[in-house]
């Protein structure tokens, strides 16, 4: 599957939208450190979603500067880069090196990273602002301090410093969250892969295997497909691990006659999707699981009705909990009448999270979810996840046909123009889809 790529053009577009509401100053955005898992080996390297939201640029040791534009001078655009290392390149593969990432990210100027310190100061001289990724790091919250202090040592020469310091992410996270249709067109893809793999990991369940032997046909179909990773931690959970929310040990032997729980999603091109199914691990549902499972999509499918433009972000919340709280009342799982039950929150024990969240470069994804002290409005471009869920663990309390039954039901939707489309609608849900692929 050939992977889409968006082009460099749109990041330049990026960086002077982010440079035109900075309106004046200086922005300094780190990308991620590598990470050492042990010795000498390295966690796989994943850049900084910010950065390179603004860059493109996928090597580690990277700073982006973006200076805006005065009437003095033009809006800048500054990458420090690795130096190119023939030698390096040998052990560790190609880097760009400053003359070809000049070239190839359409930057003003590139520098090697070692020259940072030595450059940085200067950049900083006469700025009224910075704006950086501010308590993202202490190392570098010390390290924007020291440049800080050493243009406020000249200050006799006549060099003013920066008066403020502005976290980024402010800006940034409200252009991450409206999606362009290139971003759409990658992140569809990458729920196509995620779709695929799900209904893989589907038909080859049977009693008996292994938690990881479905994670591990999740994680071939990703990389047969061109994505190299998965967006988080695939959460593969067999009967009573599905009422643990964040279960990712993945080790348990498979029952006949339990569910199967799984979340999991690619990432493609720095894009996330995210999936979460579950079904019979002997391919027929029990009247039981029937029960809640259909009480879980109803709610879901309520939910998803309410995501469309204007409405706010709360409402499928609450239009998935009312129809949750009815059904565990007209299962005997909560006591009293809606009004009760939603006041009291006795439903929090069989669903205690929220619906959704915001997706994109992150699968928890940029965006703040009220504005002004109120849920935000849903607009155009919007990618959201819609995932209610119902989890029984045993109790003394709770009959014994309902012990150990978790399910959830998770789908990625793009808000659009007029109500709202799903990137993720052909990974099969229904009773009988589910029942049918399997056999």
């Known amino acids: 599957m050939q992977s889409l790529i968006i082009p460099m053009e749109s990041y330049l577009k990026r960086r002077h939208t982010f440079a035109q509401h900075m309106q004046a100053g200086i922005a300094i955005i780190p990308t991620a450190p590598e990470r050492i898992r042990n010795r000498d080996a390295h966690y796989p390297y994943r850049f900084d979603s910010y950065f390179y939201y603004l860059s493109g640029f996928t090597e580690p040791e990277a700073v982006l500067v973006i200076v805006a534009k005065t009437d003095q001078a033009p809006e800048r655009h500054i990458l420090f880069c690795r130096a190119k290392d023939k030698e390096r390149e040998i052990w560790d593969g190609y880097r760009y090196g400053p003359e070809a990432a000049k070239e190839t990210f359409l930057l003003d100027e590139t520098y090697p990273i070692n020259r940072l310190d030595d450059i940085i100061p200067t950049l900083l001289s006469n700025q009224p602002i910075i704006y950086t990724m501010l308590g993202h790091d202490s190392a570098w919250d010390q390290r924007i301090m020291q440049w800080l202090n050493q243009v406020r040592e000249q200050v006799r020469t006549g060099i003013m410093a920066p008066e403020k310091i502005n976290d980024c992410r402010g800006i940034l996270d409200e252009m991450r969250l409206i999606k362009s249709d290139q971003e759409l067109d990658v992140m569809q893809q990458a729920a196509n892969i995620s779709v695929q793999a799900h209904r893989n990991a589907m038909q080859m369940t049977k009693p008996g295997q292994?938690?990881?032997?479905?994670?591990?046909?999740?994680?071939?179909?990703?990389?047969?497909?061109?994505?190299?990773?998965?967006?988080?931690?695939?959460?593969?959970?067999?009967?009573?691990?599905?009422?643990?929310l964040h279960y990712v040990e993945n080790n348990a032997v498979l029952k006949s006659g339990d569910?199967?729980?799984?979340?999991?999603?690619?990432?493609?091109?720095?894009?996330?999707?995210?999936i979460t199914r579950t079904f019979p691990i002997n391919g027929k549902f029990s009247s039981v699981q029937k029960d809640i499972y259909q009480l879980v999509l109803n709610a879901q499918a309520a939910a998803i009705a309410q995501v469309k433009p204007d409405n706010r972000w709360d409402e499928p919340h609450q239009a998935a909990l009312k129809i949750l709280a009815q059904g565990f009342i007209d299962l005997g799982l909560c006591q009293g009448n809606l009004d009760s039950v939603l006041e009291s929150e006795d439903y929090k024990r069989f669903y205690m999270h929220r619906t959704g969240h915001w997706l994109g470069m992150d699968v928890h994804d940029a965006g703040q979810y009220?504005?002004?002290?109120?849920?935000?409005?849903?607009?155009?471009?919007?990618?959201?996840?819609?995932?209610?869920?119902c989890y029984i663990r045993a109790d003394e309390n709770v009959a014994e046909h309902f012990w150990n039954i978790g399910i959830r039901i998770e789908d990625d939707v793009i808000v659009t123009e007029n109500g709202n489309q799903l990137l993720t609608a052909t990974a099969p849900k229904t009773i009988v889809d589910i029942e049918e692929l399997m056999q």
């Not at 990703?222 to 009422?243: D, E, K, L, Q, W």
């Not at 849903?378 to 990618?383: A, L, R, T």
């Open 210 to 244: 292994y938690e990881y032997q479905i994670e591990a046909e999740l994680l071939y179909t990703f990389n047969r497909h061109g994505a190299r990773s998965p967006a988080y931690t695939s959460i593969v959970a067999g009967g009573s691990n599905a009422c643990v």
């Open 370 to 389: 009220k504005q002004q002290g109120e849920w935000r409005r849903f607009q155009p471009g919007m990618v959201l996840t819609v995932e209610p869920g």
């Open 259 to 274: 569910l199967l729980l799984i979340d999991a999603g690619c990432e493609l091109q720095g894009y996330a999707s995210d």
